[in-house]
T-cell receptor
Framework: RKEVEQDPGPFNVPEGATVAFNCTYS??????FFWYRQDCRKEPKLLMS???SGNEDGRFTAQLNRASQYISLLIRDSKLSDSATYLC???????????FGAGTRLTVKP | NAGVMQNPRHLVRRRGQEARLRCSPM?????VYWYRQLPEEGLKFMVY????????ESGMPKERFSAEFPKEGPSILRIQQVVRGDSAAYFC??????????????FGPGTRLTVT
């Protein structure tokens, strides 16, 4: 089983749609969780951290379910500029190491 | 504050040559990570270093690959005797010193290695 698993997509949605991505992780000792965004042929950039109580940043909401070992990202009112690959990132529980999921590709269409 | 810097941005090597990829972390960051991304695939962790120490190299191929982060200067990822399968984008990331981490990682623009 992979350490971090994501549905690769692609998700093709119209502008204004709400879309949700899930990510599961295998190490129950994992402590920290993040969502990164990667545009084509660019470096990954931090989108948001994921806190135990859940957190929201504008149109983006992240949730953590430790019991089921998954995190989610919800994007409301999708914009064309949201088109990217979204990477789920998990700290496996020691040091500063991070493990990246393979990413979920989102395309928002007019 | 300059971000993570990587050079060269593009590197072309013939099979059997050596490739040296350099990474300068953000100012104040003492942790460096190297990742490899094959075309149309996700990021694969390779190695995690602090100054003069390799903390985790569980993602490094056993042969031909090595990494260092000396006391002075950038971190270096070295690939000896490159093969076509080494063609990929190599990303470096850095994070601050961990007291109550882990902290999020900040990525450089990557080095795209092409082996001909």
């Amino acid at each position: 089983r992979k350490e971090v698993e994501q549905d690769p997509g692609p998700f093709n949605v119209p502008e204004g749609a709400t879309v949700a991505f899930n990510c599961t992780y295998s190490n129950s000792a994992s402590q920290s969780f993040f969502w990164y965004r990667q545009d084509c042929r660019k470096e990954p950039k931090l989108l948001m951290s994921v806190y135990s109580s859940g957190n929201e940043d504008g149109r983006f909401t992240a949730q953590l379910n430790r019991a089921s070992q998954y995190i989610s990202l919800l994007i409301r009112d999708s914009k064309l500029s949201d088109s990217a690959t979204y990477l789920c990132v998990v700290n496996p529980g020691f040091g500063n190491d991070m493990r990246f999921g393979a990413g979920t590709r989102l395309t928002v269409k007019p | 504050n300059a971000g993570v810097m990587q050079n060269p941005r593009h590197l072309v090597r013939r099979r059997g040559q050596e490739a040296r990829l350099r990474c300068s972390p953000m100012k104040g960051h003492s942790h460096v990570y190297w990742y490899r991304q094959l075309p149309e695939e996700g990021l694969k962790f390779m190695v995690y270093l602090q100054k003069e120490n390799i903390i985790d190299e569980s993602g490094m191929p056993k042969e031909r690959f090595s990494a260092e982060f000396p006391k002075e200067g950038p971190s270096i990822l070295r690939i000896q005797q490159v093969v076509r399968g080494d063609s990929a984008a190599y990303f470096c990331a850095s994070s601050p010193r961990s007291l109550a981490g882990p902290y999020e990682q900040y990525f450089g623009p990557g080095t795209r290695l092409t082996v001909t």
